[in-house]
């Protein structure tokens, strides 16, 4: 059974373009959440989608939007990129909410780097 | 807010030898804590899921536990080999909420 894919794997994008990164979730799993991180760093949330709907968001600007389809897979969009934003995206799937039993399982990532 | 904090950041140990990673958490009212690895540059591969109720889990190698009271958990690895080098991270939920994870401990195991 296939895991969580992400992608690209690699972008490499120009300041003030856009990007669209994509997930597949785990056949079954229902929720998506994204995560950014920077090097050195823990993994920082961004969104959490459930059932298609955004159940959590975390502090990013609205420059960051995210939409899960009836598929369960999921697309983070990022408009007029900044230096900043550089860093690996890391998409995790889970079955369910909520539940003590909730297990997470994250893709390879995809590393953007905005030049 | 849920703070998680990973000491130490670093570790080297020569091969063979058993180790112990630290974790704590600010929240106590955690549902679950998870132990991840990460290789450079790549993703998160879920090593062990310790649920509010246990004390802890057992992989192969790895021990993970969980002291709610004291907002802790360890990851024992045992007899570490080469092939554990990477950084591992732990991370912690509260209901509902999305994963709070450390910084991460990256491990070098030298031959």
């Known amino acids: 059974d296939a895991g969580v894919t992400q992608s690209p794997t690699h972008l490499i994008k120009t300041r003030g373009q856009h990007v669209t990164l994509r997930c597949s979730p785990i056949s079954g799993h229902k929720s998506v959440s994204w995560y950014q991180q920077v090097l050195g760093q823990g993994p920082q949330f961004i969104f959490q989608y459930y059932e298609k709907e955004e159940r959590g968001r975390g502090n990013f600007p609205d420059r960051f939007s995210a939409r899960q389809f009836p598929n369960y897979s999921s697309e983070l969009n990022v408009n007029a990129l900044l230096l900043g934003d550089s860093a690996l995206y890391l998409c995790?799937?889970?079955?369910?909410?909520?539940?003590?039993?909730?297990?997470?399982?994250f893709g390879q990532g995809t590393r953007l780097t905005v030049v | 807010k849920q703070e998680v904090t990973q000491i130490p950041a670093a570790l080297s140990v020569p091969e063979g030898e058993n180790l112990v990673l630290n974790c704590s958490f600010t929240?106590?009212?955690?549902?679950?804590l998870q132990w991840f690895r990460q290789d450079p540059g790549k993703g998160l591969t879920s090593l062990l899921l310790?649920?509010?109720?246990?004390r802890e889990q057992t992989s192969g190698r790895l021990n993970a536990s969980l002291d709610k009271s004291s907002g802790r958990s360890t990851l024992y690895i045992a007899a570490s080999q080469p092939g554990d080098s990477a950084t591992y991270l732990c991370?912690?939920?509260?209901?509902?909420?999305?994963?709070?994870f450390g910084k991460g401990t990256r491990l070098s195991v030298i031959a």
């Open positions: 991370a912690v939920r509260l209901g509902n909420t999305p994963l709070v």
């Open positions: 929240d106590s009212a955690i549902y679950n």
């Open positions: 310790i649920q509010s109720s246990q």
């Open positions: 995790a799937s889970s079955f369910r909410q909520g539940a003590t039993n909730t297990e997470a399982f």
